[in-house]
């Protein structure tokens, strides 16, 4: 185990863990599970810190920010978490030429050369093992930033950006504690008090305009209770500094990329600095979760986690329409979604319905035509009988006998 550890030297610091990370070529024997999202890290290669068992997928952990393909294209390929150069629903990795999925991560240059990660692979490993020089990390969806660090090097991982990240020794927890009372209370304001509210928005067809509009209501009137709300913290999570403010560290970069693009977020906010750490967090871990699903993924429960988490901040007084307009948007494209995996269903079930009475019909019309062949082939002897029946249909069936006897 110790000459493995020294062939594969940790070579990766980011912001997401204080020991800097080793790239193994084989995954641990006991498939620990990844710190990001739980799955066992049974896939190499991975990320592994043997100081604290801290492990991470591939994917889940930092990623060069830029790689080059030797002998495919003197420019740099930037990573991105997803890209669909136009609409035309049909998309390719120039270095294999094969079809990529355009909801995958992708290593592109511009809307013209792209290679999915698969195709990337080999130089992201190299780049990760220190082959490459003044290489800069980050991990998809969180952003959060790293760097490959030479040997004997004692570097540690700084964030790009308007506002400086920086190291902080406490714990959301510890400015849980140093809240006062009158922050307390401000906390506590931002939940939503319990309602008896009805999420059913059924009706004969179930994804109606009505339906739609429904549902938007219930979205509406979602409530988050204090207990649920501060229940939604995992209070023992390490803060850092960004710029004045203060957020957990996994949401770090996500709050500092808000922040540079809407500069006016807590501009009208009259909330404490403390309290608005925990705001920061609710509004990070929306649009974290936001752009790590995909449409088809979501679901009803995601939409309400979102949706409550969102009217909290709202009563913060920060300003996330933008948010809010797209989660609305997401929204409908979900109810779309779910109307048309319905409506598939049930013509599915009728046409198949249709079906089984179409055989049915059938068997019928074939006995019909084969009882009117038995009926055809006796037809001789059933005109005779009935036209005895003819005879006797004015009298009783006997009168002939009593004629007869008194002859």
């Not at 988050?224 to 709300?229: C, F, I, T």
Request: proline share 4%.
């Amino acid at each position: 185990m110790a000459r493995e550890r020294e062939m594969q030297q940790p070579t990766v610091s980011y912001t997401g863990h204080p020991h800097l990370l080793a790239v193994l070529d084989n995954a641990p024997r006991h498939a620990p599970p990844c710190n990001e999202c739980g799955r066992p890290c049974d896939s190499p290669p991975v990320f592994r810190c043997a100081h604290c068992d801290f492990n991470l997928h591939l994917l889940c952990g930092p990623l060069p920010a830029l790689i080059k393909l030797p002998g495919f294209l003197d420019e740099s390929l930037t990573l991105a978490d997803s890209y669909a150069e136009d609409d035309s629903g049909e998309y390719y990795c120039d270095f294999c030429e094969e079809e990529r999925d355009p909801r995958e991560c992708v290593y592109h240059f511009g809307d013209y050369y792209f290679v999915h990660f698969e195709c990337a692979k080999p130089e992201v490993l190299r780049s990760l093992k220190g082959e490459r020089e003044d290489v800069e990390l980050r991990t998809l969806g969180k952003l959060i930033p790293g760097q490959v660090v030479n040997k004997g090097s004692n570097s540690q991982t700084t964030a790009r950006g308007e506002k400086q990240i920086t190291e902080s020794t406490l714990t959301l927890k510890d400015i849980y504690d140093s809240l006062t009372e009158e922050e307390l209370m401000e906390f506590k304001n931002l939940s939503i008090p319990s309602a008896d509210i009805s999420s059913d928005y059924a009706t004969s067809f179930p994804y109606s305009g009505d339906a739609f509009k429904r549902l938007l209501e219930s979205l509406d009137a979602i409530t988050v209770p204090w207990e649920k709300l501060i229940k939604f913290y995992k209070l023992d999570t390490k803060v850092v500094d960004v710029g004045e403010h203060q957020i957990t560290w996994d949401f770090a970069n996500i709050m500092n990329t808000v922040l540079r693009k809407h500069k006016d977020l807590i501009a009208e906010s009259r909330l404490s600095p403390k309290v608005k750490t925990f705001v920061f967090v609710l509004l990070c871990d929306v649009v974290y979760s936001m752009s790590r699903t995909k449409i088809e993924d979501v679901t009803e429960q995601m939409l309400m986690n979102w949706w409550g988490r969102l009217k909290v901040v709202q009563r913060a007084n920060f300003r996330v329409e933008l948010v809010r307009d797209q989660l609305t948007r997401v929204v409908g494209a979900y109810f779309g979604l779910a109307a048309n995996k319905f409506n598939e269903r049930a013509t599915a079930d009728l046409d198949e319905q249709i079906d089984k009475l179409s055989k049915e019909l059938e068997q019928l019309r074939e006995s019909r035509e084969q009882h009117q062949k038995l009926v055809e082939s006796a037809s001789t002897i059933i005109t005779k009988c009935l036209d005895d029946a003819s005879a006797l249909s004015y009298k009783t069936v006997g009168a002939d006998l009593l004629m007869n006897l008194e002859l």
